[in-house]
Each structure stands twice: as structure tokens, then as C-alpha cells.
């Protein structure tokens, strides 16, 4: 049985039609990333999930218990449903203690003092804050407030997280650092998670699986490197991972291949919409699957060096040719000049 069901929910707001028949299902003990856009209607959906939104339509399971329910007007309270919410403002008491903040959640529900002692003891540790359970709230790092955010919703040992945007006020370098560490945590509390994000690199490092979400509609759903490396849509393809984009006219339709074409130049590729010759087309090829090559051949153009920008680990070189600016990564700095660069045709998807 999935942890959680949502079925074909709507939910308009104000004039702006949020959610347009959403549905999908969360696996026990999976981590399910929704990406998408800001405004897309991520947020929307997880509230609608919580009980904090109710949606003009559809039905919400969890663990099998239909907590939600347009049709028949059934709801179950937020509070009852027993998620663990984590927010991007972490919402915690910057005056209270750490452990006060963990422990608000099991006093509002009258537990037993020695049962508080005892979970939020136990979670603090897991979480590796054991140690600063006395300190302020407001006396913590970024990083940690996160933490403790995270112990809050985790306290209860809810059969779901809900987590929106949740790393998204940490600097970029304890970013890094904190969603390996998340899913960790995750994974070891065997529970399942809903993790809401629009940053499509946490999404791939996070999640077993992927729902990619564009004005309220699911676009595409399925594992990370799925989602990367076959995406659906352009709108897919060219919200993950960094692209070069390349408008001109389709010169040839053969089969599933075309050939592209613009101001002095011409490349084949993969033909993934409803296209036929003459029809302008855009081509979208992530930038790492570019190459340098010594000598001309089919794929290959020669283009002009613009700049080079050394970035530690690579390089990246702006090339020209005639109106078309294409971004290659390598791996050591280039004399100025003229220099060949390859284009996989099957890396080349034409939309
Ligand atoms: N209370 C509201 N009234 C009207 N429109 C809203 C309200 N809340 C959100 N919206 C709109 O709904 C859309 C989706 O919002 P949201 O779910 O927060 O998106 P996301 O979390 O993906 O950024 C946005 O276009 C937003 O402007
Ligand atoms: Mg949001």
C-alpha cells in the first residue's frame, strides 16, 4: 500500500487555476521530489496534502485512510492527519531552547513528560544535535535551525515528511553538505517524504523519484536520471541541467532524425515533436555532452572562441559562429582561434 495517494486534485485561488488535476502516489520509504517553477503550484499541492489547502476537487489517502474527499465532503483536520511539516522559514521559536521547540509539538498533544524526554532525547541525537538541546534557538547557525526544524516535524515519527523548500535559506556550500545529509536521515528513519523544490540539482540528489510540475499539470514523472536524460517536454528538457539552445529551420525530416538548420550552419538531430520540413525548430543539447574534436566531419562546426571562463574543477569556452553562441565545458585553457566542435546527433533533441 502507497503512504500516500492524491487523486486528480484541483484547486483554484483567487482567478489562477493552481492545480489542474494533479495525482500521483508516494511508495513507503520513498523520497518523492515535486520540481517545478516558482508558482508553479508546488506549495499549493503540499498544503492541499497537509490539510492547511483544501482543494476544490480530487480525494487524498494516506496509508489507505481517505483523509480528504471533494466529492463526499469529507476532511480530516490538519493536526489529525499527523504529517511532519518542514517549511522554508523553519518556523521555530527563536526564544525558546532547542529542545522546547522539538518538544512543542508533543506537549500540545498532552504526551507524558517522560515520554517527551525520551523522543526528543532520541531525535535530538539522531539528528546530531544532542548537545546544544539547552541553547537558544536563535543562537544556532543556519544549518542548525534546519536541523531542528527537521527534528520538530520528526518527533512524532509520522508515516509521511512534507518538506517545502527546506534547504533554500542555507548558503550554497551547506547546501550541498545538507541534502546528502537529508536523505540520509531519511532513508534511515525508513520513513517516505514529499520534497518540494525548484532547484532541479537537489531534486536529482534527493529523490528516488521525480514529478516534474508546470503550471499545475505533472509533466513528466519518473526516476532522476530518467528525467535527465529522456525528458518529455521541452519545457523538460530545458528546465534540468545547463543547455544550449539553438533556433533555426528543420531542412530535413527523415524518420526520427531532422536536420537543423541556421545562418552557416547545419547539425542533425533527434526530431522529439511533431515537426516537418521548413517548420522552425529549437535544438537543445545539455552542454556537457559537447566536445572539442581536431578535424571536420558531420555533427562538427567550426566556431570561434569568445571567452573562456576558468571555473576550478573545468572550463567553460563561449564559442560563436555567425549568429549562434554555444557553451562547451573542458578541461584546460585555450589559445584564441577557430576550433571544431562536435554535436552527438542523439544529444541533439529537436523541439
Ligand atoms: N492566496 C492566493 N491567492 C491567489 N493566488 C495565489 C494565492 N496563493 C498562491 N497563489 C498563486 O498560485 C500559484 C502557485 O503558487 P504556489 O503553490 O505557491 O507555487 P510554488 O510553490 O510552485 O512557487 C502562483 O501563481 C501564486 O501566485
Ligand atoms: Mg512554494
Redesign the pocket.
Known amino acids: 500500500m502507497p503512504d500516500l495517494v492524491a487523486d486528480n486534485i484541483e484547486k483554484q485561488?483567487?482567478t489562477?487555476q493552481?492545480l489542474c488535476g494533479v495525482s500521483f502516489q508516494l511508495q513507503q520509504r520513498e523520497i518523492l521530489a515535486l520540481l517545478?517553477p516558482?508558482?508553479?503550484?508546488?506549495?499549493?499541492?503540499l498544503r492541499s496534502v497537509a490539510g492547511l489547502e483544501r482543494p476544490d476537487a480530487g480525494k487524498i489517502e494516506l496509508r489507505g485512510k481517505i483523509v480528504f474527499d471533494a466529492g463526499s465532503g469529507f476532511e480530516i483536520p490538519a493536526e489529525q492527519r499527523g504529517l511532519g511539516l518542514v517549511f522554508q522559514s523553519y518556523a521555530i521559536w527563536p526564544h525558546r531552547s532547542v529542545f522546547e521547540n522539538v518538544a512543542y509539538g508533543l506537549r500540545l498533544r498532552r504526551a507524558r513528560e517522560t515520554d517527551i524526554q525520551k523522543r526528543v532525547g532520541e531525535v535530538l541525537e539522531r539528528l546530531g544535535l544532542g548537545h546544544l538541546g539547552d541553547r537558544y534557538a536563535h543562537q544556532l547557525s543556519g544549518g542548525q535551525q534546519q536541523r531542528v526544524a527537521l527534528a520538530r516535524a520528526m518527533v512524532y515519527n509520522p508515516p509521511v515528511l512534507l518538506l517545502d523548500e527546506p534547504l533554500s535559506n542555507l548558503d550554497a556550500k551547506l547546501r550541498e553538505d545538507a541534502r546528502a545529509w537529508l536523505r540520509e536521515i531519511i532513508k534511515q528513519t525508513e520513513t517516505s517524504a514529499l520534497y518540494?523544490t525548484?532547484d532541479q540539482t537537489e531534486a536529482l540528489a534527493i529523490a528516488d523519484r521525480i514529478l516534474v510540475?508546470d503550471r499545475g499539470r505533472i509533466q513528466q514523472e519518473g526516476p532522476p536520471e530518467q528525467i535527465y536524460a529522456h525528458p518529455a517536454s521541452r519545457f523538460a528538457a530545458e528546465f534540468m541541467g545547463s543547455n544550449n539552445r539553438l533556433d533555426g529551420t528543420l531542412a530535413e525530416v527523415v524518420g526520427n532524425r531532422a536536420r537543423l538548420t541556421g545562418e552557416g550552419w547545419s547539425l542533425w538531430g533527434e526530431l522529439r515533436a511533431e515537426k516537418k520540413a521548413q517548420d522552425a525548430a529549437t535544438g537543445l543539447v545539455r552542454v556537457e555532452r559537447l566536445r572539442l574534436t581536431d578535424n571536420a566531419g558531420t555533427n562538427h562546426l567550426k566556431m570561434k572562441l569568445r571567452s573562456a571562463l576558468y571555473l576550478g574543477e573545468r572550463w567553460e569556452y563561449v564559442f560563436y559562429l555567425a549568429g549562434l553562441r554555444i557553451r562547451v565545458w573542458g578541461e584546460e585553457r585555450l589559445a584564441e582561434g577557430e576550433y571544431w566542435v562536435s554535436f552527438p546527433e542523439t544529444s541533439l533533441w529537436i523541439f
Open positions: 485561488l483567487g489562477a493552481v517545478g516558482s508558482g508553479s503550484g508546488k506549495t499549493t499541492l518540494v525548484h510540475l
